[in-house]
């Protein structure tokens, strides 16, 4: 007997539907959430299409970890709290073995950001997967794009263009030695959504962004949204050493401005509020439109339409 799309349901995600905030989890035709008392309910939606983002060729744990981590990203982005999550998945077939490690990186990554998967669809096609986050914040305390203000310092949280040379490593496109491999490799496929500092933010940043599709591109979604300039000094950019003794400095300043999958937070931040821990400032807030930067790198951030 074959497996029906219920005893797949039943086998590799139902368990994983506990929460403090789960009135009704997977098995019923909607979940119920309760929230906090006066909170705003956030929601974001991610998918990962085979063919476009590495879906086959990565480990199953490392995929589902990877989707939701870059999901709940959108979240920290907010200044949200995660408080569930739901999984639309299309499998060209129910392969168990696949499952069974796509289900083992699915928990991991839910008790890593403390949200409870409480629903999904499973059907069959080409390998694709899209992840829907829900998180919550007091309901006037959250992050946006749109609220830059001339004269803010320009930050950003962790170092800068990891995960694009642990990609082009997974690719065969860079060979560094293995302890270097491993962090930027890991940095691509296990990358953490920057959740306790976008809360952190909430009482002092004026915007903030995740860096999905690369600095420079992400960027100029904050400077459009607020109507500002924004200057970059490369200089300053945030580099990790296993970075540094990857390639050189044009190729790593390149990746640090226009690689993606980072999921770090750039955020601007008034005079007088202090750095946080383990962020940089690396530029500023200016009368004007779009971004300056002392270099240019020959490509900026991942478009899905553009050719
Ligand atoms: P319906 O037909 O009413 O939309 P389904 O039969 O598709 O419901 O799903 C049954 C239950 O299993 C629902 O609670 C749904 O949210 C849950 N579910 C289905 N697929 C997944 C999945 N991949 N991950 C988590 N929950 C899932
Ligand atoms: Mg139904």
Not at 26 to 48: C, K, M, V, Y
């Amino acid at each position: 007997m074959s497996d029906s799309e219920f005893d797949l349901i039943q086998d590799f995600f139902a368990g994983l539907d506990q929460g403090a905030s789960v009135r009704l989890g997977i098995g019923d035709d909607a979940a119920a959430l309760s929230l906090p008392e006066g909170h705003l309910l956030h929601i974001s939606t991610d998918t990962a299409v085979e063919g476009v983002h590495l879906l086959a060729s990565l480990p199953p744990a490392d995929v589902a970890y990877r989707s939701t981590m870059a999901a709940a990203s959108d979240l920290a982005a907010m200044g949200a709290t995660p408080e569930a999550l739901l999984l639309a998945l299309t499998l060209p077939e129910a392969d168990r073995v696949w499952l069974e490690d796509f289900s083992r990186g699915l928990a991991e990554v839910s008790r890593e950001i403390g949200a409870p998967l409480v629903g999904g669809d499973t059907t069959r096609g080409s390998l694709s997967l899209t992840v829907t986050v829900l998180g919550s914040t007091p309901a006037d305390r959250y992050l946006t794009r749109s609220g830059a203000k001339v004269g803010d310092r320009l930050c950003v949280s962790g170092t800068l263009g990891d995960a694009a040379a642990g990609l082009a490593v997974l690719n065969g496109e860079l060979a560094v030695d293995e302890s270097a491999a491993a962090f930027l490799t890991t940095r691509y496929t296990r990358p953490s959504a920057r959740l306790a500092l976008g809360q952190a933010l909430r009482d002092c940043a004026t915007s903030c962004i995740d860096l999905s599709d690369g600095l420079l591109a992400d960027a100029a979604h904050i400077a459009s949204a607020s109507g500002v300039g924004l200057e970059i000094d490369s200089a300053l950019l945030p580099l990790s050493k296993a970075l540094g003794s990857s390639a050189d400095l044009d190729q790593r300043l390149d990746w640090a401005l226009a690689g993606g999958d980072d999921y770090e937070l750039l955020f601007t931040l008034p005079d007088n509020m202090p750095l946080p821990n383990g962020c940089t400032e690396m530029g500023r807030v200016v009368a004007g439109s779009g971004i300056s930067c002392d270099r240019t790198p020959e490509r900026i951030g991942y478009d899905h339409f553009r050719r």
